[in-house]
């Protein structure tokens, strides 16, 4: 079955770095997502991309997050200076389509703790 | 931000027996919604969906009963087996965007 998979699974950073997390979406899917989950607490909407540009965003996702398709089968989201409160486990999700009735996959995730 | 709640953090269920996993919602504007499970340090995986013209979808298993003039869906899950402890997450969109909303879970335990 195909499936999302997500590099690193566990990454430890020092407050201030840049942290790249990468993912591979599912081959023929068209639209991709970045969601995280702070322990303990709920599974949170970061972004949504299609046809290489942001089509939605949360106000999670300020100007320290971007994502990017830098080829065909990657997608990757950087967090420049990461702070504290970053800490989290960061999914990376894909679909065929968007809205009403498309099932979004998830990957793994990558757990990400900044000291 | 409480768009989706369950109210239940956690349900043991003895095995054979039905789990039923509630969910309410308080935003009129969805249309979709979704069941996902995870295991820790797991990503959540879909387990069944309902569109907001039905009320009711059947999957093997599991069945998802939506209330909408309640605001309340239900995950069925008969006979619950010891494989099916998870936590168990619903999940809702609006029409034609990209985010769900999630609840924060149900941590189901069925034992033997």
């Known amino acids: 079955e195909p499936e999302v998979t997500q590099t690193p699974s566990h990454q430890v950073t020092q407050m201030g770095q840049e942290v790249i997390l990468r993912c591979v979406p599912i081959?023929?899917?068209?639209?991709f997502y970045w969601y995280r989950q702070i322990l303990g607490q709920k599974v949170e909407f970061l972004v949504s991309?299609?046809?290489?540009?942001?089509?939605?965003k949360s106000e999670i996702f300020d100007d320290q997050f971007s994502v990017e398709r830098p080829d065909g089968s990657n997608f990757t989201l950087k967090i420049r200076s990461t702070k504290l409160e970053d800490s989290a486990m960061y999914f990376c999700a894909s679909s065929g389509d968007r809205g009403t009735g498309n099932t979004i996959y998830f990957g793994e995730g990558s757990w990400l703790t900044v000291v | 931000d409480q768009q989706v709640k369950q109210n239940s953090p956690s349900l043991s269920v003895q095995e054979g027996r039905i789990s039923i996993l509630n969910c309410d919602y308080t935003?009129?504007?969805?249309?979709?919604f979704l069941w996902y499970k995870k295991y820790p340090a797991e990503g959540p995986t879909f387990l069944i969906s309902i569109s907001s013209i039905k009320d009711k979808n059947e999957d093997g298993r599991f069945t998802v009963f939506l209330n909408k003039s309640a605001k309340h869906l239900s995950l069925h899950i008969v006979p619950s087996q010891p494989g099916d402890s998870a936590v168990y997450f619903c999940a809702a969109s609006e029409y034609n965007t990209d985010k769900l909303i999630f609840g924060t879970g149900t941590r189901l335990q069925v034992f033997p």
């Open positions: 991309f299609y046809n290489n540009e942001i089509s939605e």
């Open positions: 935003n009129s504007m969805f249309d979709y």
């Open positions: 081959s023929n899917h068209l639209y």
